[in-house]
């Protein structure tokens, strides 16, 4: 039981490049998450998939896009990478009272 | 909307001395509360939540936490902590009732534990 798990672990980009950053859950949750993590902010809701099918806007959706191919999978691409977009970024899913969180993505974008 | 904060952005305690970390939370209705350890280069993992019943709450690795509704807050406490607790704190709230179980996150709190 691998839990989440989130791919790359570490990506650099230059302003305008494109990337998908991978997540996966194997522990038959519903709702999964994608949080991006600044010094000083906590964390802040992208996007949330409350359902294989469905995805909703959370906090700071702008400069994103998510994909929920399944009920496992839960994708989030950066369409024209910015350097504000610089941050860790994690994945999440829950059980109806606690998240389960991958390890996280560092991106920085020059 | 709902809201949490972490009033300390670091913490520092000696070895063996009591732990605290202090949240407030602003909440419409009843409220559900987490607390979330991050070590260095890691995810977050889920220490302790308050959903109802007695206000101590117990977690993982010693840690306890205390809802207090009519102050608001939810701090978390460990009566001697260790070199090892030494991390990234988060304290998390979202409404009982709510669609899309939506958590909001404080800022964070940095413990140092020094031997």
């Known amino acids: 039981n691998a839990g989440v798990t989130q791919t790359p672990k570490f990506q650099v980009l230059k302003t305008g490049q494109s990337m998908t950053l991978q997540c996966a859950q194997d522990?038959?949750?519903?709702?999964m998450y994608w949080y991006r993590q600044d010094p000083g902010m906590g964390l802040r809701l992208i996007y949330y998939?409350?359902?294989?099918?469905?995805?909703d806007k959370g906090e700071v959706p702008n400069g994103y896009n998510v994909s929920r191919l399944n009920k496992r999978e839960f994708s989030l691409r950066l369409e024209s990478a910015a350097p504000s977009q610089t941050s860790v970024y994690f994945c999440?899913?829950?059980?109806?009272?606690?998240?389960?969180f991958g390890p996280g993505t560092r991106l920085t974008v020059t | 909307a709902q809201s949490v904060a972490q009033p300390e952005d670091q913490v520092n305690v000696a070895e063996g001395n009591p732990l605290t970390v202090k949240c407030t939370y602003s909440v419409s209705g009843n409220p559900y509360l987490f607390w979330y350890v991050q070590y260095p280069n890691r995810g977050l993992q889920f220490l302790l939540k308050?959903?109802?019943?007695?206000?101590l709450v117990k977690g993982s690795y010693g840690f306890e936490a205390e809802f207090n509704k009519s102050q608001t807050s939810f701090h978390l406490k460990k009566p001697s902590a260790l070199v090892s607790d030494s991390a990234l704190y988060f304290c998390a709230v979202r409404p009982s009732k709510a669609a899309g179980n939506k958590l909001t996150f404080g800022g964070g709190t940095r413990v140092l534990v020094k031997p």
């Open positions: 999440a899913s829950k059980t109806p009272y606690e998240q389960y």
């Open positions: 522990m038959n949750h519903n709702s």
């Open positions: 998939s409350a359902s294989e099918g469905t995805t």
């Open positions: 308050y959903i109802t019943g007695d206000n």
